[in-house]
Nanobody
Framework: QLQLVEFGGGSVQSGGSLRLSCVVS????????IGWFRQAPGKEREEVSC????????FYAQSVKGRFTISRDNAKNTVYLQMSSLKPEDTAVYFC??????????????????WGQGTQVTVSS
């Protein structure tokens, strides 16, 4: 059973940066695709980025492309989401999730079997 815990949320001003961490246990990290999702109040949860199992290919939603970077440190069992040039519309609860397969693009939420508890990111203008 894969377990995921997010760290690094907080409050930041518009234009600032934050780095989220997703610490994974209970499985070998590079065998899983790890995705970062976010959910803003009153909105559906959306995937913003993922890093594929094994090959490590990365994918981004158009809304964050060029501002967010996902990376993986297998030795630390951690996936990072570096967020830069943050905007108020990035305000949301951010979740990491895992699925036991490689991917070739962002995935639907239902394909992810394992979820973290979420961490709040607030961007003020």
């Amino acid at each position: 059973q894969l377990q995921l815990v997010e760290f690094g949320g907080g409050s930041v001003q518009s234009g600032g940066s934050l780095r989220l961490s997703c610490v994974v246990s209970g499985g070998k990290l590079d065998y899983y695709t790890i995705g970062w999702f976010r959910q803003a109040p009153g909105k559906e949860r959306e995937e913003v980025s993922c890093i594929s199992a094994l090959d490590g290919n990365t994918f981004y939603a158009q809304s964050v492309k060029g501002r967010f970077t996902i990376s993986r440190d297998n030795a630390k069992n951690t996936v990072y989401l570096q967020m830069s040039s943050l905007k108020p519309e990035d305000t949301a609860v951010y979740f990491c999730a895992g699925q036991w397969r490689t991917v070739t693009d962002l995935s639907e939420e239902w394909k992810y079997e394992y979820w973290g508890q979420g961490t709040q990111v607030t961007v003020s203008s």
